[in-house]
């Protein structure tokens, strides 16, 4: 697996371990990022590169 280049924002395709909903979300999101159908938190902001709390399927440059 290829390592994530941590100085770069990205977009994420993520899927959501409760549900197995997949979005798109930004890795440096400005706030708290939720699952649109189940309303779990996939991505929490903390000023910078963001905490990813899902599972992440594909990065897209
Ligand atoms: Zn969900």
Same mark, same amino acid.
């Given at each position: 697996?290829?390592?994530?280049?941590?100085?770069?924002?990205?977009?994420?395709? /993520? $899927? *959501?371990?409760? !549900? &197995?909903?997949?979005?798109?979300?930004?890795?440096?999101?400005? %706030?708290? /990022? $939720? *699952?649109?159908? !189940? &309303?779990?938190?996939?991505?929490?902001?903390?000023?910078?590169? %963001?905490?990813?709390?899902?599972?992440?399927?594909?990065?897209?440059?």
């Amino acid at each position: 697996m290829a390592k994530f280049r941590s100085n770069k924002s990205n977009f994420l395709r /993520v $899927k *959501c371990t409760d !549900c &197995g909903n997949q979005q798109i979300v930004f890795d440096h999101a400005a %706030s708290n /990022v $939720k *699952c649109i159908i !189940c &309303g779990k938190t996939l991505v929490r902001s903390q000023g910078g590169k %963001s905490q990813i709390r899902a599972q992440i399927i594909e990065v897209l440059d």
